[in-house]
């Protein structure tokens, strides 16, 4: 069959209301505005206003959150034939402070993880390259076991899994059960990104990076992109070994929210235009370099493909 989506983007659409103050915690904030928001949600989008074809699998409320939801996913030019509008429950909604570094945030999860097995028919997976999703959509059932049992299939049809490890304790309160699923994805050989903090807050203490790559290496992940802020990148490969990029330095940043989805969007991209390691941590650092300058989503008025050139 031939491929006709680059990037299957399967887990939480939702709402990211922003704090208007710059480094306020959400207890001090007055003013919120509201962004698109979700990690896969954001990877689809990205990937779409860099020319590819994405798909994203999520569910969100009937209501009018919802409507603005599949109005902006419409307008990127995603296709959201398998998103599906729950009229049980309403659209997630997480309200986030606006930081320089790790921000603060508070989810209120309602139809995110209303992920059921017919929004992922074997003839959708079948035209996909990439399937993508992450820890924050693995956190709660039918969503979980729709993506696991999915992710399985995806392997045997020969494409390639990706999984943003974004591990938060307040959206899954149960570490070991969140290992154990981990576990249980990433024997699917996923491209891995993980955070710094992602790993603090996984482990429940700080690991040295040998121990994050074994670890990983060990369930059977062959690629692994340990993203480390303003210190760059770090990524284990396990037939190419290891590779160091510094942070491109940036004067002012203006929001961190979404940065990790710009950079993971940046190495897909690079991955499906056969780039080789060291190219394509460039091109994730330079997308992720664009956001952080940005508050809420890539601008719009910038051509992405001329400035990752």
Request: proline letters at 4%; one cysteine or more.
């Amino acid at each position: 069959m031939e491929k006709t989506i680059d990037i299957l983007c399967v887990g939480e659409v939702l709402i990211d209301f922003i704090g208007h103050e710059v480094n306020a915690s959400v207890k001090k904030t007055k003013d919120y505005h509201r962004y698109l928001g979700g990690s896969p949600t954001n990877v689809a989008v990205n990937a779409a206003r860099l020319g590819l074809k994405s798909a994203l699998v999520a569910t969100c409320g009937q209501e009018g959150l919802g409507k603005y939801i599949l109005k902006k996913l419409n307008k990127y030019k995603v296709i959201t034939s398998q998103v599906r509008q729950s009229d049980a429950e309403p659209t997630s909604v997480i309200f986030v402070s606006k930081s320089t570094g790790t921000p603060d945030f508070i989810p209120y999860r309602e139809a995110d993880c209303q992920i059921i097995p017919s929004q992922i028919p074997d003839g959708l997976l079948e035209k996909a390259k990439i399937f993508h999703t992450t820890c924050f959509a693995l956190s709660k059932n039918p969503a979980r076991t729709t993506i696991l049992e999915s992710a399985k299939k995806a392997k045997k049809l020969g494409l390639q899994t990706s999984i943003d490890i974004n591990f938060s304790e307040r959206i899954w309160p149960d570490r070991e059960e969140a290992i154990s699923v981990l576990k249980d994805y990433l024997s699917n050989d996923p491209l891995v990104k993980v955070s710094e903090d992602d790993c603090f807050r996984l482990f429940g203490e700080t690991k040295t990076e040998a121990f994050i790559f074994d670890y990983f290496h060990n369930l059977g992940v062959s690629t692994i992109c340990l993203t480390k802020g303003k210190d760059g990148v770090k990524l284990s490969d396990a037939n190419h070994g290891l590779f160091f990029q510094e942070a491109i330095p940036i004067r002012e940043i203006k929001d961190t929210t979404g940065a990790g989805d710009a950079f993971w969007t940046g190495f897909l991209y690079a991955k499906l235009n056969n780039k080789n390691i060291t190219e394509s941590i460039t091109i994730a650092q330079k997308l992720a370099s664009i956001k952080l300058q940005n508050i809420g989503r890539l601008p719009n008025n910038i051509d992405l493909n001329n400035s990752l050139k």
